[in-house]
């Protein structure tokens, strides 16, 4: 098991930032990979960000340039930095572990579809008004 704890949401006027912290216990492997996903009601869960174990990253197009991923191994802790949010930012989003790694290779890329990742937290909700 993987717990996820995701925090940091809340409702902020657009323009403004927040960051999220996903605190993740348990991941043993060296190969894997974090993600961030998001959820509107009545939509599918869309995929954010994501950062592989050994390095890189991958964002959505309507987040680059306004959101920024990363990780602290020491604090076994995932962020996501987001600035410039919009309305259309508003949503639940949930934190996300491939504890396999295979996402990274996946030939449309490690966001395209949520049943990659083995693992997810409760989520958290991002508001942002007009």
């Known amino acids: 098991q993987v717990p996820l704890v995701e925090s940091g949401g809340g409702s902020v006027q657009a323009g403004g930032s927040l960051r999220l912290s996903c605190v993740a216990s348990g991941i043993t492997s060296s190969d894997y990979v974090m993600g961030w996903f998001r959820q509107v009601p009545g939509k599918e869960r869309e995929g954010v960000a994501s950062?592989?174990?050994?390095?890189?990253?991958v964002y959505a197009d309507s987040v680059k340039g306004r959101f920024t991923i990363s990780k602290d191994n020491a604090k076994n802790t995932l962020y996501l930095q987001m600035g410039s949010l919009k309305p259309e930012d508003t949503a639940m989003y949930y934190c996300?572990?491939?504890?396999?790694?295979?996402?990274?290779?996946?030939?449309?890329?490690?966001?395209?579809?949520?049943?990659?990742?083995?693992?997810w937290g409760q989520g958290t909700q991002v508001t942002v008004s007009s």
């Open positions: 950062i592989y174990s050994k390095g890189g990253t």
């Open positions: 996300a572990a491939d504890t396999y790694g295979g996402s990274w290779y996946f030939k449309r890329g490690p966001l395209a579809t949520s049943d990659l990742y083995n693992y």
